[in-house]
């Protein structure tokens, strides 16, 4: 908190909380009105659960929203996943778990192209593949081995909804 208090005084013109879960909620609930603010965990559905209106405004990083379509896709689409997941769980998917799901696409890509199971042969391949899935793209640099196809989002609370900002429609 005394952190908090410090960076206040200065009057910032953005303030940005990358912390853990409960540390981003605890900046929020301290730094009410101070607008505007990025915070990484307001990418999920349970930062705006937690905090209610408070959330109004708050900007985060988002790995996936169910409304964003991506053409050319290998396996299902946002829909098939939201709604089965919703199906099994009672609850919509956040991108933790959509991110989860889209890794089982690559992997069960990467064996259908290697055709077979073995390490390397696995490994060659994901660094070859260029693939689309609901969850985004998935390129690997080469040299670095990072993956430089997904595109992270940008959400904004809005009326008590995450909203996508950027990329723009």
């Not at 912390?19 to 605890?26: I, T």
């Not at 299902?76 to 778990?97: C, I, L, Q």
């Not at 890794?103 to 693939?131: F, P, S």
């Not at 640099?141 to 900002?165: A, F, N, Y």
Request: aromatic share 8%.
């Amino acid at each position: 908190r005394e952190i908090i208090k410090m960076a206040l005084r200065q009057n910032p013109d953005l303030l940005v909380g990358i912390g853990s879960f409960e540390d981003d909620v605890k900046i929020v609930r301290d730094c009410i009105g101070m607008k505007p603010m990025v915070i990484v965990a307001a990418g999920v559905d349970a930062f705006g659960q937690k905090l209610g209106m408070k959330a109004e405004g708050v900007i985060g990083p988002s790995q996936w929203e169910a409304g964003v379509r991506y053409s050319h896709l290998n396996g299902p689409s946002p829909e098939w996943f939201s709604a089965h997941f919703k199906k099994k769980f009672g609850v919509p998917p956040d991108y933790t778990a959509a991110q989860g799901f889209a890794t089982g696409v690559v992997i069960q890509e990467a064996i259908r192209r290697a055709r077979e199971l073995e390490d390397e042969r696995l490994r060659r391949t994901v660094a070859n593949l260029d693939i689309h899935t609901f969850y985004g793209a998935f390129r690997i640099d080469p040299k670095s081995g990072c993956q430089i196809g997904h595109q992270t989002l940008l959400v904004r609370w809005q009326r008590g909804e995450k909203v996508v900002i950027w990329p723009p429609d």
